[in-house]
């Protein structure tokens, strides 16, 4: 089984405006409303693959009545904690100004949820798979990855976690089954900056031997990076496409990775479905379709053969 975990969910508002000018009255010329976070985007692209997952994590107020209500309508199952105060934030994402978006706080969490959550996450057993991604609210503890991994320690689980600096830095030593740092995480990581993918590489691998058993290095246009458990490197550019929307490009590679692993095992296929995956995401409006992901699968496939 897998599981996802979103500690801070939200409903994104998606518009485009044309000429955007800052001072005056902007009208959209297009607009949706739909679920957001990274657990709940690995959740939807889980369920586009076909992979039966569940979607854990915290909601409020009507925000996160819709935030639920949005995800059933996509097919994803999903057991939030319902909070009984604030709402969930809307982060507004502004396509007409690339990589402009406002992000919302969040409701606070109290100590007794996140006890709540905790002991949800007792029924994960040997075998299954727990996707630990985003940021946290505020008002929870910044150990609170960590302190997932401490209790589940020993008991098989595959954690995989999409996260940023301290937050992953401080995981490595339960050594998690997959981290997805992108090149500017990495330099962020280590105070450095790469100018190659050799150096990509060696940062790559330094992270895994502080902890991670597999590191896969996104690099946007520039395609991907996998050091695997097993040692090997695998390393390829992207395939041919029109970058249309990088949100949730990120995501859709780690649920690829996933489906891919659970084919066959094998790290070479999770790679490859993990980039198809992405970049089927990034060629499309919305996350990308199963019959997107296979097509890109096999080009890469046969690309590298």
Same mark, same amino acid.
């Given at each position: 089984m897998i599981f996802t975990v979103t500690f801070n969910p939200s409903l994104d508002y998606v518009v485009e405006v044309e000429d955007f000018t800052l001072g005056r009255t902007n009208r959209t010329v297009s607009e949706e409303i739909v679920p957001g976070g990274k657990g709940i985007n690995v959740s939807t692209m889980?369920?586009?693959?076909? $992979? *039966?997952?569940?979607?854990?994590?915290?909601? !409020?107020?009507?925000?996160? +009545? *819709? $935030? @639920? /209500?949005?995800? *059933? /309508?996509?097919?994803?199952? !999903?057991e939030f904690i319902h909070l009984s105060k604030g709402n969930s934030r809307i982060n507004l &994402?502004?396509?007409s100004v690339e990589g402009t978006e406002i992000n919302g706080q969040g409701p606070e969490i109290k +100590? !007794? /949820? $996140?006890t709540e959550l905790m002991n949800r996450l007792e029924v994960l057993k040997e075998g299954d798979i727990l996707v630990l991604g985003g940021s946290i609210p505020a008002t929870m503890p910044d150990s609170i990855y960590r302190d997932i991994m401490k209790r589940l320690a020993g008991r098989g689980v595959h954690i995989v976690v999409d996260a940023t600096k301290e937050l992953l830095l401080n995981v490595l030593e339960y050594q998690p089954f997959l981290i997805k740092p992108n090149k500017d995480e990495l330099e962020e990581i280590f105070s450095v900056k790469l100018q190659s993918r050799e150096e990509i590489l060696h940062y790559a691998d330094k992270l895994r031997e502080m902890g991670a058993e597999n590191v896969l290095v996104s690099l946007g246009g520039e395609g991907a990076i996998l050091i695997a458990a097993d040692g090997k490197v695998y390393d390829t550019p992207v395939p041919k496409g029109e970058l249309?929307?990088?949100?949730?490009?990120?995501? @859709?590679m780690v649920a690829g990775f996933l489906r891919g692993w659970l084919l066959d095992g094998e790290? /070479?296929?999770?790679? %490859?479905?993990?980039?198809? !995956?992405? @970049?089927?995401s990034a060629f499309s409006k919305h996350l990308a379709? &199963? +019959?997107?992901? *296979?097509?890109? %699968?096999?080009?890469?496939?046969?690309?590298? +053969?």
């Open positions: 889980l369920t586009h693959l076909g $992979i *039966e997952n569940t979607a854990l994590g915290f909601t !409020a107020g009507f925000t996160g +009545e *819709e $935030i @639920s /209500r949005g995800l *059933e /309508r996509i097919g994803v199952k !999903a &994402k502004l396509k +100590e !007794a /949820r $996140i249309v929307n990088g949100v949730g490009a990120g995501d @859709s790290y /070479r296929t999770a790679f %490859y479905m993990g980039v198809a !995956a992405g @970049s089927a379709k &199963k +019959e997107d992901v *296979e097509t890109l %699968y096999r080009e890469l496939v046969e690309g590298a +053969e």
